[in-house]
């Protein structure tokens, strides 16, 4: 070591002692390299608390280390400045491997390397501003690992330089099978909040981050575009081999966005905005209740459950309908329906200008549930004939307020029947949102 420490506290010698060590180790590994014929051996040399030792004394005890080697622009040396304990702003550190960079003689004969740790928590930046300050070589540890608080973590460095669309030079594609490696090696556990590879470093809980992220997702889809560019998420997390299925995970501080985003993502369902706010009491009431984080399968269960699975109230059990002509020349439809009403079958028939109104008909005139559509979206699920359709529905009725229905089937009809059965049977239980007026729904 050739810092002032150690040289007083440890060594009890002056500059000069400390030099002649280095000197003679010098010797000694080009005696015994020499007697190794037809090997090549590349030279690395390292004055141990570089951070500590005057500026003046590394580049002197560094030449006389290379006076013994005699390098070459061919046959370059390795010279390597650790901050063995780090002492100082990352800065400091910097200007202090340029000073070296601009002052060591020979410079086209070594190799400038730094090895930073990381005592003060800025291994990273250390690094990163080495490189701008002359450094050409990095020696540190995959994770951060080393003596104390660890080395500079060689995967945030390159990750960090890929961020800015720099190659690293190193593949960091699958990152979880390395950290795998690492902590089976070391006995140590990766922390879940670790740059780039943590269990949770691409995972958003907060509301508002996860509708900012749903919304980058969603413009990044529509205009196709190769360029990364999603709030919340430096980079893409498939280029080192994560999916996107933990992006977003949803607790009690979650928002819509983050329930959206988990349907649509995991499930093809693209919910309207205001079946988002609504669905988001459900699931809020069932985080306040458990404290803890809901997964998407228990999303879903709840949406099924709430949506999805016939009530004992109402159930569609088939039907049929036919166009008509009026006397004005304006289409009517007629549908007949079988419903299961608390349990009993009957036939329900009813008119309108669309098979929906026809069956809201039906419903109030023949069983008096008054259902008015509010709003009504639809979209596919699949393609080709293994295609879902699936109808939302926002029905009011009864001075109620309002409430949506979900419906599912491979027939678009059958699931609009099913989304306002769905939306009837949740008025009935009174599970409702203010009534939001909307134009007119054509044509059902």
Not at 54 to 74: G, H, N, T, Y
Not at 106 to 120: G, I, K
Request: proline letters at 5%; hydrophobic letters at 40%; a negative charge.
């Amino acid at each position: 070591s050739t810092s002032t420490l150690q040289r007083r506290v440890v060594f009890g010698l002056d500059r000069d002692g400390i030099a002649g060590i280095a000197v003679r180790g010098a010797e000694l590994i080009r005696r015994l390299a020499s007697d190794q014929r037809g090997t090549e051996f590349v030279f690395e040399y390292s004055p141990e608390s570089f951070t500590g030792t005057e500026l003046d004394f590394a580049k002197e005890i560094c030449e006389a280390v290379m006076d013994v080697w005699q390098p070459s622009r061919e046959h370059r040396v390795i010279l390597n400045l650790p901050a063995t304990v780090e002492m100082s702003t990352p800065n400091i550190y910097a200007d202090q491997i340029e000073w070296c960079h601009r002052n060591f003689r020979d410079r086209e004969a070594f190799t400038l390397s730094v090895h930073p740790h990381n005592d003060r928590g800025s291994a990273v930046a250390a690094a990163e501003l080495a490189l701008m300050a002359g450094a050409e070589r990095v020696e540190g540890t995959l994770f951060g690992n080393g003596e104390r608080t660890g080395n500079v973590d060689l995967v945030t460095l390159a990750m960090n330089l890929f961020s800015q669309g720099i190659d690293p030079g190193l593949d960091i594609t699958n990152i979880d099978e390395l950290r795998r490696v690492v902590e089976a090696c070391n006995q140590l556990p990766v922390h879940a909040r670790h740059p780039y590879v943590g269990e949770l470093v691409y995972t958003a809980f907060s509301g508002s981050h996860q509708d900012a992220i749903k919304k980058g997702m969603d413009a990044r889809a529509a205009s196709q575009s190769e360029i990364w560019d999603v709030p919340y998420l430096p980079i893409d997390p498939l280029d080192v081999g994560r999916t996107y299925e933990a992006i977003i995970r949803v607790n009690s501080q979650s928002g819509k966005g983050g329930v959206a985003y988990i349907l649509k993502h995991d499930y093809h369902l693209d919910l309207p905005r205001r079946l988002q706010i609504e669905f988001m009491r459900v699931i809020q009431e069932i985080t306040d209740v458990t404290g803890k984080e809901i997964t998407p399968p228990e999303i879903w269960n709840a949406f099924t459950t709430t949506y999805l699975i016939p009530n004992a109230n109402l159930e569609l059990v088939e039907h049929e309908t036919s166009d008509h002509a009026g006397s004005n020349g304006a289409g009517r439809t007629r549908l007949e329906a079988v419903v299961r009403l608390a349990g009993a079958e009957r036939t329900i028939s009813g008119r309108g200008n669309g098979p929906i109104a026809a069956f809201t008909d039906a419903l109030a005139r023949e069983v008096g549930i008054q259902v008015q559509v509010v709003d009504y979206v639809e979209h596919a699920v699949g393609s080709g004939s293994d295609a879902t359709a699936v109808a939302y529905v926002e029905a009011a009725g009864g001075g109620r307020g309002a409430a949506w229905g979900v419906g599912m089937s491979p027939n678009i009809l059958t699931a609009s029947l099913k989304a306002v059965v769905s939306a009837a049977n949740r008025l009935h239980l009174a599970v409702l949102s203010p009534i939001h007026k909307t134009d007119p729904v054509p044509g059902l």
